[in-house]
């Protein structure tokens, strides 16, 4: 058996191709494919608008930055996730705050945010960056009530849920992403992503500010458009003329990588009917397994699984035993808050309970469309063998 990943690209002739082709054309960056494949984003995800970037971080640090996040602003997010959750908001130099997870979910717990969010004057934080981690749906419309109230913003960090949804109280599906409730949502294309560009993300939302916003500060905040004039000789201004109007950056993506997501983005449901499957096999397999805790399932929620994770008590044990079959299963994910650089604010083991709980256990299973019944038989056998 050859090596089995917990997550891998999957890229057709035609994937190969298209990126072919805008090598041969004159773009290499800041071409016609971009829009397109923001269009289409757009459309996948439904929202208004879509900005692609050169990452899922740069996506996170321009949103944070479009929302309005200012030295001092404080910003509540999960312990479970990938760090750049949380330092988006230290590069704009915020302060990061978090709030335990639901053990059941093992995303960020509104109850924990209310307690948190009662604790302090209203005011007190800004904002709040919810995971719809392994792809599971935050409920952003109870979310959005305590936004509301406290007066917060909310970026739905959604990179592990594109095709995720969760049900609301007028039955209504609300496609992750879709930033009906949300002020912003973004999106990874890492290879382990859904959808594969080599490096981009994206940022969606339904508010024209923020939209145009991101515009500028993709690329340095240097734009053509709304212009101030107020150079000293407007008469010398030309065709070329551009304003630099805010510090801004380079995180465009390029051509060819948007024409491999909006290839990619082609096949996205097909990829995340084959998840559906792959998920079914394993719940059906492990969940009357004593020795094995799975990830909670609900009907109001459509989990597009970027990660299958599972719950044990000798986790390393398994980890290792696992490596040596040639399964090579990752965790996701040691807490944010555990982590040296993130320890120097203060924070520390016991901090929050049910994330260091789920850390002990936890591990991810090998979880993407190409991976074929076989290989998926042998996972499981291995798993059920060292239990
Ligand atoms: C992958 C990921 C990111 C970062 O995306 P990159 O494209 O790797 O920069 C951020 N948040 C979560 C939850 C992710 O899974």
Redesign the pocket.
Known sequence: MKAIPYGKQNITQEDIEVVVDVLKADFLTQGPRIAEFEENFATYIGSSYAVAVS??????HLAAMALGIEPGDRIITTPI?????ANCVLYCGGEVYFADIDPETYTISLEAVEKLLKAHPKGYFKGIVP???TGYPVNLEELKKLANEYGMWILE?A??APGGFFIDSKGQKQGCGNSNYADAA?F???P??HIASG???MITTNSKEVYEKLLVLRTHGITRENLIKDFPNPELQGGWYYEMQELGYNYRITDFQAALGNSQLKRADEGLERRQEIAEKYYASFSENKGIKVQKRSKDAYNAH?LFVIEVSDRKGLYDHLRVKNIYAQI?YIPVHLMPFYKKFGWKEGDFPNAENYYKKCISLPMYPSLTNDEQDYVIETVKSFL
């Open positions: 990452n899922g971080t740069a996506a996170l996730t990938f760090a750049a959750s995971v719809d981690f960090d990179c592990h973004i990874s294309f890492h382990v992503k490096e981009g993300g970027h996701h």
